[in-house]
């Protein structure tokens, strides 16, 4: 007999209850996509609110977990997301896509990672600690990200930036958003 369990986990932002937009190779993001309250406490002319989710089902015979399906996705929070109206260029809107981009990198890499476990009785242990890892390499990217573009100010470095996702998001092309 087999028994389906459906478990849903949405960590990274904890807006399981907001509305998300997912990535996707067709569609770049727009001003009209940041529907946040600006913050006019920061010299930052936008923010970009994005995270990797996953949910997982895992198959069990005789108590046994004998397979497992992950869907995996990068997510734009449109009403977390926010831009100062005065204050944005298209060179900002493209360093707010790049951060979106690494997004979808690092869920390129969580896939790649998850092709690689074995059905077993811990693999719910296994993708959290999997997903936590992912999450932790993606809080450090995208500050470096930040740090030298020094937010896109330092034109060369955005440019690198934006060259470096490009070919990483082309190597990880097998672990694409379905």
């Not at 990068?74 to 926010?82: I, L, M, R, T, V």
Request: include cysteine.
């Amino acid at each position: 007999m087999f028994k389906y369990i459906l478990i849903f986990a949405c960590i990274t932002m904890l807006y399981s209850d907001t509305k998300t937009m997912s990535w996707s190779e067709d569609y770049k993001l727009s001003w009209a996509d940041f529907k946040g309250k600006p913050s006019y406490n920061t010299k930052a002319a936008a923010v970009t609110a994005a995270g990797l989710s996953f949910k997982y089902s895992v198959n069990k015979r005789d108590n046994q977990i004998v397979g497992f399906k992950v869907d995996i996705s990068a997510d734009f929070y449109p009403e977390h997301s926010w831009c100062k109206k005065e204050s944005v260029t298209d060179h900002i809107l493209a360093h707010e896509q790049l951060h979106f981009d690494i997004t979808e990198l690092h869920a390129r890499y969580f896939r790649a990672q998850v092709q690689q476990l074995k059905p077993s009785n811990t693999i719910v242990k296994e993708l959290q600690m999997l997903h936590d890892a992912i999450n932790k390499t993606l809080e450090i990217t995208q500050l470096k990200y930040d740090d030298e573009s020094n937010f896109s100010i330092d034109k060369k470095r955005q440019l690198f930036w934006s060259n470096y996702v490009a070919s990483a998001l082309k190597n990880q092309s097998a672990f694409k958003t379905p």
